[in-house]
């Protein structure tokens, strides 16, 4: 489906994300960036992992498609360094549960970026987290929402639709506000 996926933040969706690409054959390569160190260490003994690193610009060079997987508290920044260094093309997505902050603010740094943002919110999780406590079925049958917005194309939506549906999930389309006021 793709040739590079490129997951920001490793944590308990992070690294089940990778498990269930690997798993189902979505990706040539996958990337990861973490923050600490003993993660980025982590992530290199994984086997879906196929490189790491601590620079978000270099985790995203030649990506097709990013999902930022960190808490929701560090989505909005993350997005403005994706949106300056992500390449042409490139569908960026993220997993956090509030949408209407993270959509108003990928709409201001994206505006300058060839990169495409469409926000999804996949309600998968475990009482536990980290990446000890993954899974590559954590998606499997769960429910995912993906955001609609005016500056995205039905092109980008269908894509974004169609990976977490490969991962496994019943996706709903709604604007972040609907969105917002369900979950």
């Known amino acids: 489906m793709f040739n590079q996926i490129t997951i920001i933040g490793p944590g308990l969706l992070g690294t089940s994300l990778g498990m269930a ?33 601590s620079d978000i610009s270099e985790a995203v060079q030649e990506s097709d498609f990013v999902v930022a997987c960190t808490p929701v508290r560090h989505i909005e920044n993350v997005l403005g360094e994706i949106a300056r260094v992500a390449p042409s093309g490139c569908v960026v997505t993220d997993v956090g549960s509030v949408k209407g902050a993270i959509c108003q603010a990928a709409d201001k740094v994206f505006t300058a970026s060839d990169a495409i943002f469409v926000g999804s919110h996949p309600m998968a999780g475990s009482e536990k987290a980290g990446m000890d406590n993954a899974s590559p079925d954590l998606f499997e049958e769960r429910p995912c929402f993906v955001v609609s917005r005016k500056k995205v194309s039905l092109e980008s939506l269908e894509i974004v639709s169609s990976f977490w549906q490969a991962i496994g999930m019943s996706v709903t389309i709604s604007s972040p506000n609907e969105h917002d006021e369900i979950v």
């Not at 990706?27 to 600490?36: F, L, M, S």
């Open 21 to 53: 690409i690997k798993a189902k054959g979505l990706a040539q390569r996958i990337n990861v960036w973490a923050r600490r160190p003993e993660i980025r260490g982590a992530c290199r003994l994984l086997d879906w992992c196929d490189a790491e690193h």
